[in-house]
């Protein structure tokens, strides 16, 4: 169930919406009431930060990952590490429905698979889209893969799952017990993910490396943002998952901190950013931190434009995640 390619010997390799509107919704999920998001938004940090706050282990671990992850950079500006391997990331879906139309298919989920690597190997058509000026700093391939391995099926007659709960991660509260988290990157699909408020709208949320094989590590993502084929727009193009992926391999959102903007996230060739972007902003778009104006890098997958937006990661971007896999990082047991 895993497996590294071209035989490397140092292996590379936390979400979201609040503000919901009824929108190309499935007949049958409409006569539930299910409310799909209209804006994108991420509870990946606010989660994070609520379990670091309470759990002073948890804490260390989140401050040995940053120092491996920054060893890890400063080691490939030495020579020290070939960041030339691809590692293969096995992928288990739980899938948990509660009409037919909640229990998406298999195609949909092979969709899904094909627009991760397409965005984690730069093979998307849409990476063109790069801005000239941002071009020097796009990652290419992150030299990252998914390999669906499982899929797993329940029925529920659940209305809505809260994030704060990670009810839908456990058999004995009626959803599907991970499948080895140490070894496999686990997706939830759900009919729709709550806020701790009970709220819905929410895409997805996914758990940083800190997490890595805990009960509730990996994904929760709304049926209606897996894949293309049927899903709603304007997050219709997979990109959700590629988001929560990248905070599961480590990449917090571009103006870091949830409450206040313009913190860092790690890495130093993403423009500071006093917040998320939403809809399909045009380039340039000039935005200010500190007092200078900076041309935001909005078509990044970790801010928060729609689908057709998001085409890039950074080459800094790149790094944290493959430290994320190496031999000595958090993820090691995926590889």
């Known amino acids: 169930m895993k497996k590294v390619l071209f035989g490397a010997v140092i292996l590379f390799l936390a979400s979201c919406n609040n503000d919901v509107n009824s929108v190309n919704e499935p007949a049958e999920a409409e006569s539930q009431n299910v409310q799909v998001a209209s804006k994108r938004a991420c509870p990946s940090d606010e989660i994070r930060e609520e379990a670091l706050k309470n759990d002073p282990a948890l804490r260390a671990r989140f401050n040995a990952n940053q120092l491996q992850s920054d060893n890890y950079s400063r080691d490939i500006s030495m020579g020290k590490v070939l960041a030339d391997g691809t590692v293969e990331i096995p992928v288990v879906f739980n899938v948990i429905y509660n009409t037919s139309a909640q229990n998406i298919s298999d195609a949909r989920i092979a969709e899904q698979i094909a627009v991760l690597n397409a965005d984690y190997g730069a093979t998307n058509s849409d990476v063109s889209n790069t801005p000239a000026a941002f071009q020097p700093y796009t990652a290419g391939d992150v030299k990252i893969r998914f390999k669906l391995v499982a899929t797993n099926r329940k029925q529920n007659s659940k209305t809505g799952w809260k994030s704060n709960l990670n009810e839908m991660k456990k058999a004995s509260t009626g959803g599907i017990d991970a499948t080895d988290a140490t070894k496999n990157m686990n997706i939830w699909v759900v009919n729709s993910i709550l806020d701790a408020n009970g709220q819905a709208g929410t895409l997805g949320y996914a758990y940083y490396p800190e997490s890595a094989g805990l009960w509730y590590d990996g994904l929760a993502i709304g049926y209606q943002y897996i894949g293309k084929t049927g899903a709603s ?16 391999l480590n990449l917090p959102h571009l103006w870091g901190s949830t409450d206040t903007g313009c913190q860092t996230d790690y890495s130093n060739d993403t423009p500071t950013s006093p917040g998320p972007n939403y809809g399909v902003p045009s380039y340039p778009l000039n935005r200010t931190c500190g007092g200078v104006s900076r041309s935001q890098m909005f078509m990044n997958y970790m801010d928060y434009v ?30």
Not at 233 to 248: C, K, S
């Open 233 to 248: 727009a304007p997050f219709n193009l997979g990109r959700t998952v590629t988001h929560e992926v990248g905070h599961y």
């Open 306 to 335: 729609d689908d057709k937006a998001m085409v890039m990661f950074s080459a800094n971007q790149k790094t944290r995640m493959q430290a994320v896999v190496a031999a000595s990082g958090p993820r090691a047991g995926l590889r």
